[in-house]
């Protein structure tokens, strides 16, 4: 049972392996319906701090609650009330599809008299209804992670935590997995979520970002493009974009490739425009327009990282 | 020798009743960056590994540094790097010491090896960590001593099976730009990727789906295949404007990017009519422009017509 309007909440969480701290006295608070984002470059201290949320690992200080349950006391209760879906979709690869749903049911404890209605369920929302009996291993990436997610949620908890869900997963079933995701935030569930895909991130209702097991950034996706974002993105359209980049880059200038554009972050515009210019000029590229945009994810991503 | 890097003749390679890869014919020229992208289970993979002399085809043949698949296949493995999705690192064993064994592997001559260990841990900024295990290490820098080991002997072509998964976007940008040093030096390098944004940075993309090659050619090229206008529409609510827009007339797809949509169009005028809509509804345009479409764009509109 849920017993307030918060999902998650912890306060100074902190996780020490040794002399090396993970996780450094963490503030969250996660309201109950909300798909929140838990972003930050590979070791930052995302798993360890998913990790505790879900039960799976004591915290070395600080206190909180999933669910209204103590992370330091009650993680037998948490468990039973949160999903969790890691990156590496732990299915049994040589089970049939339908024997991994009855055997995540018999783990969940799920009920005799709803086994059934729920493996109908998974089936459906996975699209595996004709191939129950085939073996999972058999299975696209993006039908493993549906039938992942669907054994993730049979005993239909009220908090799911989802670890780099879309990972190798090709554009379209990420689409269709969002769909999913936000069709069960309508209907309450709160959905914890790590991930690479800045794009994804966009979809969230809010984010952190962590760095070093330190949140550095939290807010809105706009509230992050706008509050922490003190430095400028230039959009830049030229014929040659290999070229133009590492000229700017190897000039000072942080930059990098989106499609067939470039973005450079800078302090100052206008130094950074005409220096820009005259690069491009010296080594005869064509510029077609360059202009200030509100920045990506990713331009904020890194700003925040490269600068902490 | 053959002016290309890669030739494959109605390469075909059958799993059971599975056609993984179906009749193949493809050409990559040297020092191409050519990406292969394509849905999951699309035969990416197996592509790569027919392609790396790892895997024997069902029918026809290749030509790797102007070498047969076939029956040259050891020949072949002197000539390129490959980089599996689930590379092969010794996690017990240090950057350094990982790297002398691919060198060993590769039977890389002994006094060869330090300027080239050098340059390696230097482009991929390891240097510093050349005797940390490999299983202390995070995923970017996992995946750049993957690609450290991959070059160890120096080959021209290089295959590397979605390199990028699972690293995070400061990592990726690192990659990326080891990978155009290496082009540069003139390596051709064959990429698998599902992430859309980098196949755009390819020279030449084929869009792989169900064992064929349905499109190949250049990024903008690709992006020009559309034929009807692409317009990219930032709503305050997205998630509701999708509805409203696809009940427009004319409205070819809408998708979600971040916070903002790009709408296909049969004709350009119609933006007037959705933003009627819109606001009909109760939903603020905060900005529109018309766009090139991204791949992702055509991605979608391509496998989902077939």
């Known amino acids: 049972m849920i017993r307030s309007s918060i999902a998650v909440k912890v306060r100074e969480l902190t996780k020490k392996f040794g002399d090396f701290v993970a996780v450094d006295n963490i503030n969250l608070n996660i309201k109950k319906g909300e798909i929140f984002g838990f972003l930050g470059p590979n070791g930052a201290g995302k798993s360890t701090t998913m990790k505790m949320l879900c039960g799976l690992l004591l915290p070395s200080g600080g206190s909180g609650s999933v669910g209204g349950f103590d992370i330091m006391k009650e993680s037998e209760e948490i468990k039973k009330n949160i999903g969790y879906m890691s990156q590496k979709f732990s299915l049994y690869d040589d089970l049939t599809i339908a024997e991994n749903i009855n055997f995540f049911s018999g783990i969940y404890g799920v009920d005799k008299n709803r086994k059934r209605a729920r493996m109908e369920w998974v089936l459906d929302m996975a699209g595996l209804q004709d191939r129950r009996n085939a073996l999972t291993k058999v299975l696209p990436g993006g039908f493993k992670q549906r039938l992942a997610l669907g054994c993730a949620i049979l005993h239909e908890p009220p908090i799911l935590f989802l670890d780099e869900p879309t990972s190798g997963v090709d554009p379209i079933s990420r689409r269709n997995f969002w769909n999913l995701i936000y069709e069960m935030s309508n209907a309450g569930t709160t959905i914890f979520v790590t991930t690479h895909y800045m794009d994804e991130a966009d979809y969230c209702n809010r984010l952190a970002l962590i760095y070093r097991g330190r949140i550095i950034a939290e807010g809105t996706p706009n509230e992050l493009k706008q509050k922490y974002m003190t430095r400028y993105v230039l959009e830049i359209e030229v014929d040659k974009v290999v070229e133009a980049m590492e000229i700017i880059y190897r000039n000072g200038i942080e930059t990098a490739i989106f499609g067939s554009l470039l973005h450079a972050t800078v302090d100052n515009i206008e130094k950074a425009v005409p220096k820009i210019k005259k690069l491009l000029e010296e080594s005869n590229i064509t510029l077609n327009r360059i202009e200030r945009i509100m920045p990506s994810l990713e331009d904020v991503f890194v700003t925040l990282i490269e600068t902490s | ?306």
């Open chain 2, 1 to 306: 020798m053959d002016e290309s890097a890669i030739k494959t003749v109605d390469l075909r390679k059958v799993f059971g009743d599975t056609v993984a890869v179906d009749d193949l014919n493809l050409e990559i020229g040297r020092g191409e960056l050519f990406g292969l992208v394509g849905p999951d289970g699309a035969g990416k993979t197996t592509t790569m590994r027919l392609l790396a002399a790892v895997m024997e085809p069902t029918s026809g043949n290749a030509w790797v540094a102007g070498l047969s698949i076939i029956n040259e296949g050891e020949r072949i493995k002197e000539h390129i790097g490959y980089m599996s999705q689930r590379f092969g690192l010794y996690e017990d064993l240090t950057i350094m010491e990982n790297i002398i064994f691919y060198a060993d592997l590769h039977e890389v001559a002994k006094e060869k090896r330090p300027p080239k260990i050098e340059r390696l841990l230097g482009f991929s900024n390891l240097t510093p960590f050349k005797d940390r295990l490999a299983g202390r290490l995070s995923g970017g820098m996992k995946q750049k001593l993957g690609l450290a080991c991959a070059l160890i002997h120096t080959p021209e072509i290089l295959f590397l099976d979605e390199p990028t998964n699972g690293v995070d976007p400061v990592s990726r940008r690192d990659f990326w730009r080891i990978l155009y040093d290496l082009l540069k030096e003139g390596t051709t390098i064959i990429v698998s990727t599902s992430y859309l944004d980098e196949a755009e940075r390819c020279t030449r993309i084929g869009l792989m789906h169900k064992g064929s090659i349905i499109m190949k050619d250049s990024p903008s090229e690709i992006k020009k295949s559309l034929g009807m206008p692409m317009m990219e529409i930032w709503p305050d609510d997205a998630r509701n404007a999708i509805a409203v827009i696809k009940k427009v007339e004319g409205v070819k797809s809408v998708s979600m990017y971040g916070n903002k949509l790009h709408v296909a169009l049969a004709k350009r005028e119609l933006v007037e009519t959705i933003i009627a809509e819109l606001r009909q509804a109760g939903i603020e345009i905060k900005g529109q422009r018309e766009i090139l479409p991204s791949i992702e764009d055509i991605f979608i509109s391509k496998v989902e017509g077939q």
